[in-house]
C-alpha cells in the first residue's frame, strides 16, 4: 500500500510539513481553528503558547494520534491525513516519555526499527544511543534511569528512525534548569548534524527563541504571529505576542498624526511616537509598546534629542536586583506603572524605593499594536484543557439556564 | 500515659491477628493427630497422614474434582473478565451504567440466592446437575472479581505507552501485545489467582448445583457431622502451606527486583 | 477494592489512575460481549427462575417436588409467617457481626497500612498474615472453633474454672458462637478494603491536621476516618451481605443449633431436603430484594463509578 511505503522509504533529510485549514473540535469546544502553518523541510520549528492554546493538540493531529475534524495534512507534499498514526514516517518525543517500563533501554530503541521490519536494528539503535551518549545503559530498564537519560533515550527512540519529521512535546519541561540547557544544546546539534525537520512544542519562550529558526505564537486555536524569534520579540504584531514573549510596556491611545516615516499616539497626556514601519495600524485607537530593558532610568531629567521619548517624573515602586539585571518598577502619573530591566553594568549604583526618575527610549525600538493589552487579573486563570472545557460547559449551562 | 496508648493499638492489633490464626494453627496441628474416624480429640502426634493423604475415602478425589473446577473456571472467567476490564476503561459505549451494575451485581448477592438461582434454572431446563454446572456457576461469580481486578490495573496503564507504540509504526494488534498486555500481566495473574481461590474454596454455590458431585469444601461438609478425617485436614494444610509459599516467593522475589533496580540506577 | 491487596508487582504507571481518553470502536462490543452475555445467562436468568419457582403451586396428586407454574403469591406470605423469627436473626447476626468485623478489622487495617509503613518487610508479612485465612478451607476453620469451644475443650474449662460462666453452660450452639464465628469468618473481608484505602492515604494530610493545632485523636476524628470512609463502606458490604445469607456458622454441624438457624439454613433445607422449591425461593428473593435495598442506597449517593 503506498502509505506503508512512504513510512518505509525514509528521508535522509527531512521533509516539510503543510496543514491546511486544519480544525480540531472536540465535544464542547473548538481546540484548533482554521489553521494554516508550513514548516520548510530540514528547519528547527517552534509552536510556542500557553497552556490550553491547542498546541500539543495541532502536534497529536500531526502524529496521527487524533484526527482533524476539517482540513487537510501533508507531509512531504503527500496528503496524510487519512493515514493513522503508524504509517507516517512522522515520530514523537512524548512530554512524559512514554519509554515501556517492560523493556530494556536497547529493546525501547529497537522498537520502531523492528516494526518497520529493518535490517540490522540493534546495530542501529546501538549507534542512535552512541549519539545521546547512553551507550553504556543498553541493558537496564527505563525505571533505572534518571529524568534526564530518560529525556534522551526518548530522543534516541525516535531518531534512530529517521523520521521526515520529529515531534517533540514540551520534552524539556522536567528537567532542571541547567539539564534543560544542556539538553537545548543537544538537541539543536543532533538536529543540524542529522538533518531532520523538528517541530518543537513549549510554553518556554526562551526555550523557544534559543532552539528554533521559526517560532509561532499559538494563541486560542490560532497562530498570532510566525517568524524568526528575534523578528518575534522585537516587533510583536499583536498584544498577545509582545506580552507572552517577555514583558512588554504597553500604552494605549488615539493617533493624533502619521506621517510616511512615524505615527504620533496621545497616550495619557504624553506624546508618544512610533517608526511607521513598526507600527501594525495608522489610524483609531493604538497601543504603543516599549520592551523593558530599552527603557534607561535617569536619576535627573535627561537632555534628549529627537529621536528619543521621555517620560516622568515617576516614582521607583519596586527594585528587584535578580542578578545580571535590576528590575524595576515606576509610577509615572496618568501612564501607569512602567517595568524597566537595567543592566547591572556597575556595582552599587541603582534607584531606590521611592526615588523620583526619568524614563527615556528611543523611538526606533518602540512598537505600535492594533489591539489592546489583555487585561491583567491578579490570579492567571486556568488554562489547562480539561478546565477549559469545564468553563465553556458551565458558560453553556449558564446561558441555558437564564434563557 | 501516652506512651501507654502508643502501645495499647499495637497490642489489641497483635491480639487481632493471633485470633485470626488461631483456627489456622489448630486445622495444621490437628492433621498431625492419630485420630480414628473423627478428628475431634487428640490421640498422639503422628505424620501418617500427611504419608498416606488418598487413604480415607473420597479425600483426594474431591480434592481433584476442586482442582479441576478451579482450573476450567478460572481459565473461562479470566477470559471473559480481562476482556471486559479493557472494555470498560478504554473504551466510550453506551449502557456504561448498566453493565457496570451487571457485574456488580453477583458480587452483592448473597451467595445462597446466587446458588438457589442457578440450581432452580437447571431444575427447569432438565439439566444434570455435575461437574459442569459447578464449573458454570464458578465462572459465573468469578468474572466479577476478574473484572475488578484487571480493571484496577488497566487504569494506571499510562496511555502515553500505547501512543508511543503506534507513533512508532506498531499497528493495533502489534500494540496490544507487545505494549498493553505485557504491562497488564502482573494484573491478568492476580485476577486468575483470585479466581482459583475463590473457586476451590467455594461451598455454597457448589452445594446447590452439584448434584452428586464432590468438591473438597462439599467434602468437609457432609464429613462434619459424622466425622471429619485427618487426611482431610493434611490437604488443607498442604494448600495453604503451597499458597503462602507462592505470596512469600512473589513478595520476596518483588522485592529484590526493586531492590536491584534501586541500586542499579 | 480489596483485591488490590494481593497484587505485589510494580504498577506500570506511578500507581495513582491515569485519565483516561476513551474511543469509541466496534471493539468494545467485541470485548464486552463474551462475559455480559454469559452473566445474562446464567445470573440474570436465575433470578427470573428463582421468581417464576417463588410463585409455583404444588401439583394437586404431585410427589414430592412437583410444581407446576402458577401465581401463588401466598408462597411470600407463607414463608414470611413461618420463618420470620430466622430472616430477623439474619439481620441482626450479620449487623452486629459487622460491627465487631469493624471494630476489629479497623485497628488491624491502621496498623498495617499507616503504621507499618516505615517497615516494607513487616508490613508485606503481616499482610500476609492477613490473607492467610484464605488459604485454609473457611469449614475446616469454623469447625476448628467449633472444637476449640466445645465443652471439652479448653476455653470452656477454663471459663468454668474461674466461674466466669456457670458449671453447666455451653458455647457451641448459641447466638454467640453464631456471631463469633461470623465475625471471624468475615474480619479480613472487612480488614482488606480499610487496608486499600488507608494504604493510599497521603500522610501530609494527617501532617497538615497537626500543623493546623489537632490533636492526635482529632486528626483521626476529622482527616483520617472520614477519608477512609469509601474503604469502610466496601468492608461493610462486603462483610454484611454474605453475612446474612451464611449458613455455615449457623448450621447445626457447625457452630449453630437449631435454635439459631439463619435464612441460609432454611433455604437450604427447603430447597435441598424438603424439596419445596417455592419456597426456597420466595426467601431467596426477600433476602435479595433487602440487600438491594441497602446496595441502592448506598449507589444513589456515591454513583456506579465507584462500585467496581
Known amino acids: ?228 524569534p528575534e523578528d518575534l520579540y522585537e516587533s510583536p504584531q499583536t498584544a498577545f505576542v509582545a506580552t507572552f514573549l517577555g514583558q512588554s510596556n504597553l500604552f494605549g491611545g488615539d493617533v493624533t498624526g502619521s506621517t510616511a516615516s512615524v505615527v504620533t499616539v496621545k497616550a495619557s497626556g504624553y506624546e508618544l511616537r512610533v517608526p511607521a514601519d513598526r507600527a501594525v495600524a495608522h489610524r483609531g485607537v493604538v497601543t504603543v509598546g516599549i520592551r523593558p530593558e530599552k527603557v534607561t532610568l535617569h536619576q535627573a531629567k535627561p537632555s534628549t534629542g529627537a529621536d528619543e521619548t521621555v517620560v516622568g517624573p515617576g516614582r521607583v515602586v519596586d527594585a528587584s536586583f535578580s542578578g545580571v539585571s535590576t528590575q524595576y518598577l515606576v509610577d509615572v502619573p496618568r501612564l501607569g506603572e512602567i517595568t524597566v530591566f537595567a543592566q547591572n553594568t556597575s556595582l552599587g549604583e541603582h534607584a531606590k524605593h521611592g526615588d523620583e526618575v526619568y524614563l527615556s527610549w528611543k523611538v526606533a525600538h518602540a512598537f505600535g499594536l492594533a489591539d489592546a493589552p489583555p487585561q491583567e487579573e491578579r490570579f492567571q486563570a486556568d488554562t489547562n484543557t480539561a478546565s477549559v472545557a469545564v468553563q465553556e460547559r458551565e458558560k453553556l449551562e449558564a446561558e441555558l439556564e437564564e434563557s | 500515659m501516652r506512651g501507654l496508648g502508643k502501645y495499647l493499638l499495637w497490642v489489641y492489633t497483635a491480639m487481632a491477628m493471633v485470633f485470626l490464626l488461631i483456627p489456622i494453627v489448630y486445622t495444621i496441628i490437628f492433621s498431625f493427630n492419630d485420630a480414628r474416624r473423627t478428628n475431634i480429640v487428640w490421640r498422639g502426634f503422628t505424620i501418617d497422614n500427611w504419608l498416606d493423604v488418598c487413604n480415607a475415602q473420597d479425600v483426594c478425589s474431591s480434592f481433584a474434582n476442586s482442582i479441576l473446577v478451579a482450573g476450567v473456571s478460572t481459565v473461562l472467567a479470566t477470559a471473559m473478565g480481562t476482556a471486559i476490564a479493557i472494555a470498560l476503561v478504554r473504551y466510550r459505549f453506551r449502557f456504561r451504567n448498566a453493565t457496570t451494575l451487571l457485574l456488580f451485581l453477583p458480587m452483592a448477592t448473597p451467595e ?154 | 477494592m480489596a483485591f488490590g491487596a494481593f497484587q505485589s508487582a510494580a504498577p506500570a504507571g506511578t500507581g495513582a489512575p491515569v485519565t483516561q481518553v476513551q474511543k469509541k470502536s466496534p471493539v468494545a462490543l467485541w470485548l464486552l460481549l463474551p462475559g455480559i452475555l454469559y452473566l445474562i445467562l446464567f445470573f440474570v436468568t436465575p433470578l427470573f427462575s428463582l421468581v417464576l419457582t417463588s410463585f409455583q403451586s404444588p401439583v394437586p396428586g404431585g410427589f414430592l417436588g412437583e410444581f407446576q407454574t402458577a401465581f401463588r403469591w401466598e408462597n411470600y406470605v407463607d414463608v414470611v409467617s413461618t420463618y420470620f423469627s430466622h430472616i430477623g436473626r439474619s439481620f441482626v447476626y450479620a449487623t452486629l457481626a459487622t460491627i465487631f468485623a469493624l471494630l476489629l478489622g479497623y485497628p488491624i487495617a491502621y496498623v498495617i497500612g499507616v503504621k507499618l509503613r516505615a517497615y516494607p518487610l513487616l508490613q508485606a508479612l503481616a499482610l500476609v498474615l492477613l490473607i492467610a485465612p484464605f488459604f485454609i478451607s473457611f469449614l475446616l476453620r469454623t469447625l476448628a472453633w467449633k472444637q476449640i469451644f466445645s465443652d471439652e475443650g479448653f476455653v470452656v474449662g477454663a471459663l468454668k474454672t474461674l466461674q466466669l460462666i456457670p458449671s453447666d453452660a455451653y458455647l457451641t450452639g448459641t447466638p454467640f458462637s453464631v456471631v463469633f464465628g461470623l465475625t471471624y469468618m468475615f474480619l479480613p473481608f472487612m ?35 472520614p477519608l477512609s470512609i469509601p474503604g469502610v463502606i466496601s468492608g461493610t458490604l462486603l462483610t454484611f451481605i454474605p453475612a446474612t445469607g451464611d449458613y455455615i456458622n449457623a448450621s447445626r454441624d457447625f457452630l449453630g443449633s437449631t435454635d439459631t438457624a439463619m435464612m441460609g439454613n432454611v433455604i437450604e433445607a427447603n430447597f435441598l431436603v424438603l424439596q419445596n422449591f417455592p419456597a426456597a425461593a420466595a426467601l431467596s428473593l426477600i433476602l435479595m430484594m433487602s440487600i438491594l435495598i441497602l446496595v441502592s442506597a448506598y449507589v444513589r449517593r456515591s454513583g456506579t463509578d465507584d462500585l467496581l
Open chain 2, 112 to 265: 445462597v440466592v446466587l446458588g438457589a438461582g442457578l440450581a432452580a434454572q437447571f431444575l427447569q431446563l432438565g439439566v444434570q446437575k455435575g461437574l459442569s454446572t459447578i464449573i458454570i456457576a464458578h465462572t459465573m461469580f468469578c468474572i466479577s472479581f476478574v473484572v475488578v481486578t484487571v480493571r484496577a490495573r488497566v487504569a494506571v496503564l499510562d496511555p502515553a505507552l500505547e501512543e508511543a507504540g503506534r507513533d512508532l509504526y506498531g499497528s493495533p494488534s502489534q500494540v496490544f501485545w507487545r505494549v498493553t498486555f505485557p504491562l497488564l500481566i502482573p494484573g491478568i495473574t492476580a485476577a486468575a489467582l483470585l479466581s482459583f481461590a475463590l473457586s476451590f474454596d467455594d461451598f455454597i454455590i457448589t452445594n446447590f448445583n452439584a448434584g452428586p458431585a464432590m468438591t473438597f469444601p462439599r467434602f468437609v461438609y457432609t464429613a462434619a457431622a459424622r466425622g471429619i478425617p485427618a487426611e482431610a485436614n493434611v490437604i488443607a494444610s498442604g494448600v495453604f502451606f503451597a499458597a503462602i509459599a507462592l505470596v512469600l516467593i512473589a513478595q520476596v522475589s518483588g522485592a529484590i527486583k526493586r531492590k536491584r533496580l534501586a541500586l542499579a540506577g
Open chain 3, 191 to 225: 480488614a482488606l478494603p480499610i487496608y486499600t484505602t488507608l494504604e493510599r492515604l497521603d500522610l501530609r494530610y494527617v501532617e497538615a491536621g497537626g500543623d493546623l493545632y489537632a490533636n492526635p485523636f482529632t486528626v483521626f476524628r476529622t482527616v483520617t476516618f
Open chain 1, 1 to 228: 500500500m503506498a502509505s506503508e511505503a512512504s513510512a518505509k522509504q525514509f528521508a535522509e533529510a527531512g521533509a516539510d510539513l503543510s496543514l491546511v485549514s486544519v480544525t480540531k473540535r472536540f465535544p464542547g469546544f473548538t481546540a484548533i481553528d482554521d489553521l494554516t502553518l508550513e514548516i520548510p523541510a530540514g528547519s528547527f520549528f517552534a509552536l510556542l503558547g500557553p497552556s490550553g492554546c491547542g498546541k500539543t493538540t495541532t502536534l497529536r493531529l500531526v502524529a496521527g494520534l487524533e484526527e482533524p475534524t476539517e482540513g487537510q495534512i501533508l507531509i512531504g507534499g503527500k496528503d496524510v491525513t487519512a493515514t493513522k498514526a503508524y504509517q507516517r514516517p512522522v515520530n514523537t518525543v512524548f512530554q512524559s516519555y512514554a519509554l515501556f517500563p517492560h523493556m530494556s533501554i536497547l529493546e525501547n530503541v529497537m522498537f520502531g526499527l523492528k516494526r518497520r521490519k529493518i535490517a540490522d536494528a540493534e546495530q542501529l539503535a546501538r549507534d542512535a544511543l552512541a549519539l545521546v551518549e547512553l551507550a553504556h545503559v543498553a541493558t537496564r530498564k527505563p525505571s533505572q534511569l534518571s529524568g534526564g537519560q530518560q529525556q534522551r533515550v526518548a530522543l534516541a527512540r525516535a531518531v534512530v528512525n529517521r523520521p521526515a519529521l520529529l515531534l517533540l512535546d514540551e520534552p524539556l519541561g522536567a528537567l532542571d534548569l541547567k539539564l534543560r540547557r544542556q539538553m537545548q544544546l543537544e538537541l539543536k546539534d543532533i538536529q543540524s548534524e542529522v538533518g531532520l525537520t523538528f517541530l518543537h512544542v513549549t510554553h518556554d519562550q526562551e526555550e523557544a527563541m534559543t532552539m528554533a529558526d521559526t517560532v509561532a505564537v499559538m494563541n486560542q486555536g490560532r497562530i498570532e504571529q510566525m517568524g524568526a
